[in-house]
């Protein structure tokens, strides 16, 4: 009844040192985990006809672009856009999709060194970058995972299609729709 697509691997850094195999792999990871979820899970949501929930991880980088997340935030962006379009389609057959965008977690998405394929260690501009954010701890100032299992099961509770971890960025997001209206 409930899928929750929650691949995501952050590789930050500028884009002028992407490699294609930092493309690559987050592109499979953070877009391919939801496609291929979807395409395991959706045909028996819909089989047994008694609704369900599919929530997407994106991230507030998709609503709040910020430089040097290009590849992550592309691929967060995309899961924004894949969320809008299934709720539209599936909303009638009694399955609500929501696109779940948290701001900081205190996670391991820092640890991109130790899940990196070994496929993909050689064709990286990221290396440097991926051991610098390993040494950064985590900060005790961003949400718990506990805070974040509650807000994501308040949303799903509630229907909402976006479902938002951090107040701190409603002004951020306006900023952006105006943008987008003007």
């Not at 592109?27 to 929530?55: D, K, R, S, T, W």
């Not at 709720?87 to 899940?115: D, M, R, W």
Request: glycine share 10%; net charge negative.
């Amino acid at each position: 009844h409930i899928l929750c697509n929650n691949a995501g691997v952050g590789v930050l850094g500028p884009v002028t040192q992407a490699k294609y195999g930092d493309w690559d792999w987050v592109l499979e990871v953070n877009l391919g985990g939801a496609i291929n979820g979807i395409q395991e899970f959706l045909p028996l949501i819909l089989e047994h006809g008694e609704g369900g929930h599919i929530v997407n991880t994106s991230s507030m980088s998709a609503v709040i672009p910020i430089p040097n997340t290009v590849i992550y935030t592309t691929t967060k962006a995309a899961l924004v856009g894949l969320s809008e379009a299934l709720y539209g389609e599936l909303k009638e057959q009694g399955v609500i999709v929501s696109a779940f965008c948290p701001g900081p977690v205190q996670s391991n998405i820092g640890q991109v060194h130790k899940l990196r394929p070994s496929r993909y260690r050689e064709d990286t501009g990221y290396a440097d970058v991926d051991a610098r954010l390993a040494e950064r701890p985590v900060s005790p100032n961003w949400m718990s995972i506990e805070e974040v299992g509650e807000r994501v099961l308040n949303g799903m509770r509630n229907e909402e299609i976006f479902i938002f971890t951090h107040r701190e960025f409603r002004e951020g997001v306006q900023e952006r729709c105006a943008a987008m209206l003007e």
